[in-house]
């Protein structure tokens, strides 16, 4: 049985023609021919790889005039994404390659034609990797379209002003913007009232905390401040902001959120059964502490793991968010997959350490054997 291919989930003929059968209705390309060539090329490509290949197939059969290219472009499009959902509405990834045409064909002679376009296109499907050839190509005119963005009437285009202004967007090009150049962008759109928005600026500041976390927490208590989003929108904000640095034990993290980094803990334990296993096998965690006087726990684990060369790398999971009881002992257990052939990571044989950490602290280690 083979395996599930995304590649072939998001670009196949069906897609292609999707894609293709709105320009063959409209006259301007034959879209049989058009799918019949990108179908017999795609099958040894990657996604990546597919997304250029239509984009260029594109670019041979559309208009050579760049805007006659928009005109049969906005003529082929499907109709917006529905503007009354509010969250996970990702659009057809098919539209991805109109965003490399655009790349292609309009970022020297027709920026303010290009960005129109990829204002249209992000209503079908998010531009976030090819706005990021014009905040690099055109820096200063791009971050101020975005501005305005910000406050668009389409929650997609409201989106793209943040995720694309992203300084660490997964398989995005890096781009030359500052955290000046975000913060009056992630301003404006900390208060809107889409969760997809709202989770772009989110992890926007999550990207923003790994360098420079007491910007990102100052900003957080002014819109704590202001009270112009809902308390209960803006504490998932927080919290979803700050995860890694929550993770990392930032004291300032720690306090923004209402965790005490030096809260008194007693009798901490943690342990790993079996205590010696194979790479590929399933243990469970067990820990337990108390809080003699209480108070708000953030409760991970922390395994030191070891790398190929002897040394070891500590990696953070989530155990448990809760409120202490003083005095109260408090177990936590959770099962841990050390799975073989991670893509993420490779495991290797020998001796672990496994930590308790609480809020942000480490109270509590043993050893175990990972073979």
Do not use: C
């Amino acid at each position: 049985m083979s395996g599930f291919s995304l590649k072939d989930q998001l670009f196949n003929e069906v897609t292609v023609r999707t894609l293709a059968v709105p320009f063959g209705a409209a006259g301007v390309f034959d879209a049989d021919r058009f799918v019949a060539r990108v179908v017999a090329a795609m099958p040894p490509l990657e996604l990546k790889e597919r997304i250029n290949l239509i984009a260029d197939e594109l670019i041979g059969v559309l208009p050579n005039d760049f805007p006659d290219t928009v005109m049969a472009i906005k003529a082929s499009l499907p109709p917006p994404l529905d503007p009354t959902r509010t969250d996970d509405d990702f659009g057809s990834f098919i539209y991805a390659p109109l965003g490399v045409v655009v790349e292609k064909q309009g970022i020297e002679d027709h920026l303010d034609l290009s960005l129109d376009l990829l204002e249209d296109l992000t209503q079908r499907f998010s531009m976030e990797f090819s706005i990021r050839a014009f905040l690099n190509r055109w820096p200063n005119e791009t971050v101020k379209r975005m501005n305005a963005w910000a406050h668009h009437e389409n929650y997609h285009v409201r989106r793209l002003a943040s995720e694309g202004l992203r300084p660490k967007l997964p398989w995005g090009k890096s781009i030359p913007q500052t955290t000046s150049d975000r913060l009056p962008v992630l301003d404006a759109l900390h208060v809107d009232s889409t969760r997809f928005v709202t989770r772009s600026v989110a992890n926007h500041l999550n990207d923003i905390a790994k360098r420079e976390p007491d910007v990102v927490i100052d900003l957080l208590d002014n819109w704590i401040s202001k009270g112009q989003q809902d308390r209960k929108e803006l504490d998932w904000m927080r919290r979803h902001a700050l995860r890694s640095l929550i993770k990392e034990g930032h004291s300032g993290a720690m306090a923004h959120l209402g965790h005490d980094a030096k809260i008194a803990i007693d009798a901490a334990e943690v342990t790993i059964t079996p205590d010696t296993l194979a790479i590929g096998e399933k243990a469970e965690i067990t820990a337990s502490f108390t809080a003699p006087k209480g108070g708000p726990i953030i409760a991970d684990y922390v395994i030191d793991f070891v790398k190929s060369n002897g040394s070891s790398a500590p990696k953070v999971f989530k155990m448990k968010v809760l409120q202490a009881k003083p005095d109260v002992e408090i177990i936590l257990k959770k099962a841990h997959l050390f799975k073989k052939g991670a893509t993420t990571f490779t495991l290797y044989p020998g001796v672990h350490r496994i930590s308790l950490q609480i809020n942000g602290r480490i109270v509590a280690s043993s050893q175990f054997v990972l073979s």
